[in-house]
């Protein structure tokens, strides 16, 4: 079964206006860690934003915040005041110790390409 | 602070030639991960070391991939023999403890094989 799943393979927004990029994900546990990466044609993988399963606020950073709801088990990012350099790919993530011996992995869903139009 | 250092960014090589891909983590970092991640696609975990020992190489294509970490610090991924569909950007990240942290990236190496 797909541990993360981002269903947007691209999305388009405005310069200047808010987008979300969704995410859910599929754990049995109750420690877990939930990532999103930012990766520019360049290729590098950019660390954006980090939400706690314990973490009773949602996680902001700048521009992004984490929508997590976790009874849905939904960790949506939003992008405000979108930016031309915002254009990218988005990977969200989750880290949880599948094995149980505490080998916390970082396993990623296929992405949502943004583009930012002008 | 040093972020991860990979090598080398680029590498063309024929079907059936080997290759090796070098990651140096950042310092402390205890945990090292290699991904493949082929075009559109997100990254695969390929293998996980804490330290100098292996966590989690489950999906390592064994018969032709092989790491090591030898002194807890920097890794190598050699390829041998390379198939076509091998073509990808190998990544390396680190991260710190071994629980929900935070995962650094290198830039990757870009991986042709014709």
């Known amino acids: 079964a797909q541990k993360i799943t981002q269903t947007q393979p691209g999305m388009f927004v405005q310069e200047k206006e808010a987008v979300t990029l969704d995410c859910t994900y599929d754990?049995?546990?109750?420690?877990?860690?939930l990532f999103w990466y930012k990766q520019p044609s360049s290729g590098e993988m950019i660390f954006l934003i980090y939400?706690?399963?314990?973490?009773?606020q949602n996680a902001t950073e700048g521009r992004y915040s984490l929508n997590f709801q976790k009874a849905r088990k939904s960790a949506n990012l939003v992008i405000s005041a979108s930016q031309l350099g915002d254009s990218a790919m988005y990977f969200c993530?989750?880290?949880?110790?599948?094995?149980?011996?505490?080998?916390?992995?970082?396993?990623f869903g296929k992405g949502t390409k943004l583009s930012v139009i002008p | 602070e040093a972020g991860v250092a990979q090598s080398p960014r680029y590498k063309i090589i024929e079907k059936r030639q080997s290759v090796a891909f070098w990651c140096n983590p950042i310092?402390?970092?205890?945990?090292l991960y290699w991904y493949q991640q082929i075009l559109g696609q997100g990254p695969k975990l390929l293998i996980q070391?804490?330290?100098?020992?292996?966590?989690?190489d489950s999906q390592l294509p064994k018969d032709r991939f092989s790491a090591e970490r030898l002194k807890g610090v920097d890794s190598t991924l050699k390829i041998q023999p390379a198939k076509l569909e091998d073509s990808a950007v190998y990544l390396c990240?680190?991260?710190?403890?071994?629980?929900?942290?935070?995962?650094?990236f290198g830039q990757g190496t870009r991986l042709t094989v014709v």
């Open positions: 939400q706690g399963s314990y973490d009773e």
């Open positions: 310092s402390g970092h205890a945990t």
């Open positions: 070391f804490q330290n100098n020992g292996v966590v989690d």
């Open positions: 993530a989750m880290r949880e110790d599948y094995s149980g011996a505490g080998s916390y992995q970082l396993t």
């Open positions: 990240a680190s991260s710190y403890g071994t629980g929900v942290t935070e995962a650094f």
């Open positions: 754990t049995s546990d109750q420690s877990y860690g």
